[in-house]
């Protein structure tokens, strides 16, 4: 099979080698293919111009997932036909392996390795690819689990994008995917997984939560995700309506129904939002006059204008939220007991920003560039230390008080450079009573003090690893001058994962 071919490096000084070794790198290469063929997933050779050449056994199982039926419908194709996200002609133009690489296709996810072969001159003459993992056996599970997460997230964006560009601008449509809800942390994932379930039902949907959590920015997000997501996304802050104006807002004005009503009259919230959502923020102070002509609404899919004596049907998917305690509010009388059972179908309750400091450097990252776009600013980077204070407050205001924060700082300082002393001056005149330090690094167990290290080292081990981690950190940023992405470099580490490391 091999023959004189012959895989990476190319650099083998054979002639200065033993008699025998020629052959023996021939046995050996022989020998390495073969425990490539037996111990893979799956095994794939094209020749030089990207077509497929030969798959072994293991990978004919993947065929049907791909969209043949035969083996002989597969090989002699063009590579980057029939293997979607294929790197293989990139290994045949660059004449470079890549040896770990993650590959998501029709027939899944996985860990795959690419290798050039070259003839005895040294030329390319086709490429080797070898599925080291595939998805149901991968004892590399959970990593491809996040990766799988990330690109559904990434699709998901993208399709949110090309709806709104579809739609136009002035169109009522979502303007947040769940990639919009920034944040890694085990209670995000989880409510991201809570959420998009959620979205594929037409149940009520119930948003519990802080303010300035993102409860709208998920309510968003399920629109997007949901069979009605080329429907319309109407939404309501109960809280700023009068109270004299939420009926006719809520549920239209027949015409001429009152002096000065208009002629034609106008539709309401519900019929607005027929075919897609109908989001209802600060559902928790809504009166309680309207609460029982909402729970019909809701109860009967009918709705009736202000001055009509017409019952007009209405389809949309209702997503509350809320901020206050609606099972107190139920205890004293002022939700009605009913309408709470109706919208606590699929509760949801968003986690508050102290619950998920883990996301903070991350967060920053995101909103930091955002404003600074926005404002025509340079944007800046925040030393470990002030990472540090940021993620030990208790953030009352959650995500809407850390943007709020971070806007201040931008305006107040022109340097590209945020450090702890900033961020406290910021912190303390921007109303915060109480400023939590910033939590101090844990002891290296390598301390002089024999019976001090010796204590450190029963911490446990994930405590004693983060250290180690955030002062490998903090010495590549002060040897990089706080350059974060040379900083990554110099760690072998992209930017987000530095950014994780600085949480």
Do not use: C
Not at 56 to 83: H, I, M, T
Not at 269 to 286: N, P, Y
Not at 288 to 313: C, D, T
Not at 387 to 414: K, T, Y
């Amino acid at each position: 099979m091999l023959g004189a071919i012959k895989t990476e490096p190319t650099e083998s000084p054979v002639a200065n080698l033993p008699k025998d070794a020629p052959s023996i790198l021939t046995l050996a290469a022989r020998s390495l293919f073969d425990v490539f063929a037996h111990a893979s997933e799956g095994m794939l050779l094209v020749d030089r111009t990207g077509r497929v050449v030969w798959i072994n056994d293991q990978y004919r199982r993947f065929l049907p997932a791909l969209g043949f039926a035969s083996e002989q419908e597969f090989v002699g194709q063009p590579v980057s036909a029939v293997v979607q996200n294929t790197q293989m002609e990139k290994v045949l133009e660059t004449g470079k392996p890549i040896l770990i690489d993650l590959l998501t296709n029709k027939a899944g996810t996985f860990v795959v390795s690419r290798f050039p072969l070259r003839d005895d001159a040294g030329q390319v003459i086709g490429a080797l690819g070898v599925v080291l993992f595939d998805q149901p056996q991968s004892n590399l599970q959970p990593f491809l689990a996040k990766f799988s997460l990330l690109q559904r997230e990434l699709d998901e964006a993208r399709d949110a994008l090309a709806v709104q560009r579809r739609a136009g601008a002035g169109s009522r449509q979502a303007r947040h995917s769940f990639a919009s809800f920034i944040g890694a942390s085990a209670p995000v994932v989880d409510l991201k997984r809570q959420a998009r379930r959620a979205a594929q039902s037409s149940s009520p949907v119930l948003l519990l939560g802080e303010t300035g959590t993102g409860k709208e920015l998920l309510a968003h997000a399920i629109h997007a995700s949901s069979p009605r997501a080329k429907g319309p996304l109407i939404s309501v802050n109960i809280a700023a309506v009068p109270e004299t104006l939420l009926e006719a807002e809520f549920f239209g004005v027949a015409p001429g129904a009152y002096t000065g009503a208009d002629r034609k009259g106008r539709d309401g919230k519900f019929r607005l939002a027929d075919g897609g959502t109908l989001f209802l923020d600060e559902i928790g102070d809504m009166p309680l006059g309207l609460q029982a002509k909402l729970l019909r609404a809701l109860q009967e899919g009918e709705i009736e204008p202000l001055g009509s004596n017409r019952l007009l049907p209405f389809d949309a998917r209702i997503i509350a939220a809320t901020s206050r305690d609606l099972v107190k509010l139920v205890q004293e009388g002022r939700f009605r007991e009913d309408l709470f059972y109706r919208l606590n179908v699929l509760p949801l309750r968003v986690p508050p920003l102290r619950d998920r400091a883990s996301d903070i450097p991350a967060l920053l990252e995101v909103l930091t560039e955002a404003l600074a776009l926005r404002s025509a600013l340079p944007q800046p980077e925040f030393s470990a230390q002030a990472i540090a204070l940021l993620s030990a407050q208790q953030w009352r205001g959650n995500v809407r008080e850390l943007r709020n924060v971070i806007e201040q700082l931008l305006l107040r300082n022109d340097s590209a450079w945020l450090d702890v002393g900033e961020v406290e001056q910021v912190l303390r005149e921007s109303g915060i009573s109480q400023i939590a330090p910033a939590p101090s690094p844990v002891p290296t167990p390598t301390s002089a003090d024999g019976v001090q290290a010796t204590d450190r080292l029963l911490l446990p081990l994930s405590q004693q690893v983060q250290a180690l981690e955030r002062q490998a950190v903090a010495a590549a940023l002060k040897a990089t001058q706080g350059n974060k992405l040379a900083a990554a470099k110099l760690l072998g580490l992209s930017r987000a994962k530095l950014y994780q490391r600085l949480s």
